[in-house]
């Protein structure tokens, strides 16, 4: 149980355009999904906090206009990186707030912006 | 405010010797502490979870114990399997209380 997925797993756009990533829980409901991003043999830097029916809270220094996130649902929620450029390619990953209070991750999304 | 750290950055171990891993930390009223484990281009999964000194949790080769200050995550007669980054990650009853605040990882690599 406590499954979390991520689509796509790996996306390659141009410069200039927007990429949407997909976080779903797929067998139990979550208020509350978690966006991070992490670059190579770094540790996770969590970007927003996102709550089902509410705006999401953004970190410090994250851009809320650049990576928008939608939480329409209790078990969807969405991360758009606006007008994508080569600085954003990163690993992004989301966790769901599940069973036992714990977060549960999806297996990452790799960007890479050309 | 609120911090873990990690240590050692990096374990490497001979298939068989056992060894254990820290996370030091520093948080306003602990609401939980959290291990996982993250596979190279994957995200982490999850382990174990303390909330309280002295509580210790099992799986397999691995134990996690809890103190006020610290917790070890306990590798007994590791496999090369058992390769992978183990991240400490804790939950503080300030601000945001359902955000966990981590430390940066300690990375093992157990040699057959």
């Known amino acids: 149980g406590a499954v979390v997925s991520q689509h796509p797993s790996r996306v390659i756009c141009k410069s200039g355009t927007s990429v949407k990533i997909e976080c779903r829980s797929l067998?139990?409901?979550?208020?509350?999904m978690f966006w991070y991003r992490q670059f190579p043999k770094q540790s996770l830097m969590l970007m927003a906090t996102s709550n089902e029916g509410s705006k999401a809270t953004y970190e410090q220094g994250v851009e809320k206009d650049k990576f928008l996130i939608n939480h329409a649902s209790l078990t969807l929620s969405t991360l758009t990186v606006t007008s994508a450029h080569p600085e954003d390619s990163s690993f992004y990953i989301c966790s769901a707030n599940g069973p036992g209070d714990t977060q549960y991750f999806g297996p990452g999304t790799r960007l890479t912006v050309l | 405010e609120d911090q873990v750290t990690q240590s050692p950055e990096a374990l490497r171990l001979q298939e068989g010797e056992s060894s254990s891993l820290n996370c030091s930390y520093t948080?306003?009223?602990?609401?939980?502490l959290f291990w996982y484990r993250q596979d190279p281009g994957k995200g982490p999964e999850f382990l174990f979870t303390l909330y309280s000194a002295g509580e210790e949790k099992e799986k397999e080769r691995l134990k996690a114990t809890l103190t006020k200050k610290e917790s070890f995550l306990h590798i007994t007669a590791p496999k090369p399997e058992d390769s992978a980054t183990y991240l400490c990650a804790v939950r503080s009853n300030a601000g945001n209380n359902r955000k966990l605040i981590w430390g940066l990882g300690t990375s093992l690599a157990v040699n057959p």
């Open positions: 067998d139990f409901q979550a208020t509350t």
């Open positions: 948080v306003s009223g602990l609401r939980g």
